[in-house]
Every structure is written in structure tokens, then in C-alpha cells.
């Protein structure tokens, strides 16, 4: 099955010294294709941690992770690759642009080359319409010199266009306008219906409760909720 899976993952920084800190603590989570799973904590509850852990940036200091029936991670120098695209979108995407100009940006792919090779037309048009990214407008524009909301746009854009099978959003609304999260939010809906699934990293569970199937509640490090999103509360 084409999933994410997190079994029992700890994770210290700076493990085996006098700075260490754990921020994990036996955390056990899956992400499936076409489902919303919204991932609520406070600041330094390790949701972030555990987003990159989960899309492979990021080895756990003891548990196991599974890109499908991969088990990443492994010792063993030849690893079979699962086939699962993965992508992890951080706080503030717009601060990793490389590209020259946006036409660039929204073609990157992750296998590092610039080709519209694989990219559904129709979907390519879909997201830029849905996120309010013009392309003949500004697409021969450097993404440096955008707005902050263009940028944002820009950014996330680049990611959906490419239709990952599970896609983790870190913070996505944080910093937007309510117009600006409104687009995100009906971007990350009609991805879920193409098949994509969503991994979402808040602080609130608002404006997901109404669209995810599943709310897990993470605080100290450890899950202590997997309540349905009508009864779990908001984090401050």
C-alpha cells in the first residue's frame, strides 16, 4: 500500500552529550494517499522533527520508518528504492529558491533536472489557478524580486504541481492572509482528490477540522490523542 509509516521513533539531538535533548518519545503515525492527516503541537513538541524523519530527511534515533514496504534508514548500503514521492515543505519555502525564474521554480523537479517531462498540462493549470500563480505573467520573473505573498504562492506551487504521493506541510497558513489561506487550504482539497496525501503540521487544528480524516495531538514529544478532528482542541 502506497503509505507512510512512523513505529516507534525516538529521536535526541545531540544524543551522547551534555546538550542532548530528546523530542521524540515512541511515536507511532501513518500517512495513506488521498487522506488528510493534521499533526497539532505547540512549539517544540517535535512536529517538525517528525515531518522530516517521516519524508526521509532526517534519520530517528531508534524506530522505524516505512516509504511504503521500504524500510528506510537501513544499514545496508543497497537500498531498494520504495517508489513513494515524498515531499516535505518547510515553514517558509520561499526561503530555498535556487531558480533564476519562476518558470524555473515551478518546473524543479526532485530528481534535480528542469523539464516539464511528466507534468499533466491540465494539472499544471489547475494548481496555478487555484493558488493565483500566473504563469505567462510572471513566469520569466525571478522569484526573489515577488511579493512575500507571491513568493509564497510560487513556492507551493512547485510542490503540488508535481503531485508527490504524500506531500508534509510544515505550518502552510503561517504568515498568509485569510485570502492566501484560503487558496492553500482549497489547493491541499483538490490535491487530496487527485490522490495525494497530506500530512499537515499546525499549531491549530482550525481550518482542517472539517476536512481531515484523521487529528493526532503531539505534545512533549510523545502522541497523546488520536481522536476524531470534532473532539480534539485547539493548541494555544
Request: proline share 5%.
Amino acid at each position: 500500500m502506497d503509505r507512510v509509516v512512523a513505529q516507534d521513533v525516538y529521536h535526541t539531538y545531540f544524543e551522547g552529550t551534555y546538550l542532548g535533548r530528546e523530542v521524540l518519545r515512541g511515536v507511532s503515525l501513518e500517512i495513506r494517499k488521498s487522506e488528510l492527516v493534521v499533526l497539532v503541537g505547540a512549539n517544540g513538541a517535535g512536529k517538525t522533527t517528525l515531518g522530516r524523519i517521516l519524508a526521509g530527511l532526517l534519520q530517528p534515533s531508534r524506530g522505524r520508518v516505512y516509504h511504503s514496504s521500504c524500510l528506510l534508514y537501513e544499514q545496508s548500503s543497497k537500498k531498494q528504492p520504495s517508489g513513494l514521492t515524498v515531499g516535505f515543505v518547510h515553514q517558509k519555502p520561499e526561503q530555498h529558491f535556487f531558480s533564476n525564474t519562476v518558470h524555473d521554480e515551478l518546473m524543479w523537479r526532485s530528481d534535480k533536472s528542469s523539464s516539464s517531462y511528466g507534468i499533466d498540462p491540465s494539472w499544471f493549470e489547475r494548481v496555478c489557478t487555484i493558488l493565483g500563480v500566473n504563469p505567462e505573467k510572471i513566469g520569466n520573473r525571478s522569484p526573489f524580486l515577488l511579493s512575500s505573498s507571491e513568493q509564497r504562492r510560487v513556492a507551493l506551487a512547485g510542490f503540488f504541481i508535481h503531485l508527490p504521493d504524500i506531500l508534509i506541510l510544515d505550518e502552510p497558513l503561517a504568515y498568509l492572509s485569510k485570502d492566501d489561506s484560503g487558496k492553500v487550504t482549497d489547493m491541499v482539497m483538490e490535491s487530496l482528490s487527485a490522490g495525494t496525501g497530506v500530512l499537515v503540521l499546525s499549531h491549530r487544528l482550525t481550518p482542517w477540522e472539517n476536512i481531515a480524516e484523521k487529528a493526532v495531538l503531539l505534545k512533549e514529544g510523545r502522541i497523546t490523542g488520536f481522536n476524531g478532528p470534532e473532539s480534539l482542541e485547539p493548541v494555544a
